[in-house]
T-cell receptor, first 116, second 111 residues
Framework: DTEVTQTPKHLVMGMTNKKSLKCEQH?????MYWYKQKAKKPPELMFV???????INESVPSRFSPECPNSSLLNLHLHALQPEDSALYLC???????????????FGEGSRLTVL | GQQVMQIPQYQHVQEGEDFTTYCNSS?????IQWYKQRPGGHPVFLIQ?????EVKKQKRLTFQFGEAKKNSSLHITATQTTDVGTYFC???????????FGGGTRLMVKP
């Protein structure tokens, strides 16, 4: 069982839809991440939140909009997506983003997104 | 930017055979982590190596970090069907910034 919970597990949306992915952790971690993973590829970093502030945006298109309402929650708002955005979206958390910390990433089970 | 290469991409083994995956970074790393992702699952942390030349063991799994802190390996002795999955290394650069994942090695085990 993972301690990072993601909903929904599966999502199908059209290119004109607006939807959101949600992530929750109660481990007291202060860093939370969104990754995108295509089939047979490694996770690709999208966003990093540190202490509820966006610290890294890996040049992600604006149709993906992250939000961190509090230290336990992380959302990814989706709007006007393209079929090539279909992928597994993984949320992760870690105690900190600082160097020399354990830095272990705890991944959620992911939200599998299909864009029609 | 930092690149982390992993070989092989795929490996088929007979149950009971050994397996090794190798990870090489274009730059010196502060540490390296290993993750396992089962088919249809999510990455799960296995271990972190920090020191030059470090070797760590977890049951049948042996992890090594190179002396120059630019390469690492994961060796599984006597594979079992439960070892099936994709193994990713992930290196953190010397500034301690974000992890860069290798491409992964997909292990398939024939019973």
């Amino acid at each position: 069982d993972t301690e990072v919970t993601q909903t929904p597990k599966h999502l199908v949306m059209g290119m004109t839809n607006k939807k959101s992915l949600k992530c929750e952790q109660h481990m007291g971690h202060r860093a939370m991440y969104w990754y995108k993973q295509k089939a047979k590829k490694p996770p690709e970093l999208m966003f990093v939140y540190s202490y509820e502030k966006l610290s890294i945006n890996e040049s992600v298109p604006s149709r993906f909009s992250p939000e961190c309402p509090n230290s336990s929650l992380l959302n990814l708002h989706l709007h006007a997506l393209q079929p090539e955005d279909s992928a597994l979206y993984l949320c992760a958390s870690s105690p900190s983003v600082r160097t020399f910390d354990t830095g272990e990433l705890f991944f959620g089970e992911g939200s599998r997104l299909t864009v029609l | 930017g930092q690149q982390v290469m992993q070989i092989p991409q795929y490996q088929h083994v007979q149950e009971g055979e050994d397996f090794t995956t190798y990870c090489n970074s274009s730059t010196t790393l502060s540490n390296i982590q290993w993750y396992k992702q089962r088919p249809g699952g999510h990455p799960v942390f296995l271990i972190q190596l920090v020191k030059s030349g470090e070797v760590k063991k977890q049951k049948r799994l042996t992890f090594q970090f190179g002396e120059a802190k630019k390469n690492s390996s994961l060796h599984i002795t006597a594979t079992q069907t439960t070892d099936v999955g994709t193994y990713f290394c992930a290196g953190r650069d010397n500034a301690g910034n974000m992890l860069t994942f290798g491409g992964g090695t997909r292990l398939m085990v024939k019973p």
